[in-house]
């Protein structure tokens, strides 16, 4: 089982820069595919990037492709998320998940789930 607790939100200004990580407990955390998701208010909650359990695949969303960047840290254990040129659009809260399964943009295929981390973006 593993527990992923997500920190590194906070509020910046458009063109800037955060790297989320997500601590996740639990000694089989190498195993798990991880992903980040994130949720604005009033929208669906929405894929960002996924990597696999070595860290050699990595996938992202069109709307973040070439600005943010997924990686992980198996003997932290933790997963990062890197994003540069923020834009207000990628206001929202960010999630961190584990998969059993292979990288996969279904959230509904991810077992655990951390309570997320807030980003803010001012024009």
Do not use: H
């Not at 929208?43 to 960002?48: D, G, I, N, S, T």
């Not at 943010?68 to 207000?88: C, E, G, H, W």
């Amino acid at each position: 089982q593993v527990q992923p607790v997500e920190s590194g939100g906070g509020l910046v200004q458009a063109g800037g820069s955060l790297r989320l990580s997500c601590a996740a407990s639990g000694r089989t955390f190498s195993i798990y595919a991880m992903g980040w998701f994130r949720q604005a208010p009033g929208k669906e909650r929405e894929f960002v990037a996924t990597i696999s359990w070595s860290g050699g695949s990595t996938n992202y969303a069109d709307s973040v492709k070439g600005r943010f960047t997924i990686s992980r840290d198996n003997a932290k254990p933790t997963v990062y998320l890197q994003m540069n040129s923020l834009k207000p659009e990628d206001t929202a809260v960010y999630y961190c998940a584990a998969s059993r399964g292979t990288p996969t943009r279904l959230d509904s295929l991810y077992d655990y789930w951390g309570q997320g981390t807030q980003v803010t973006v001012s024009s």
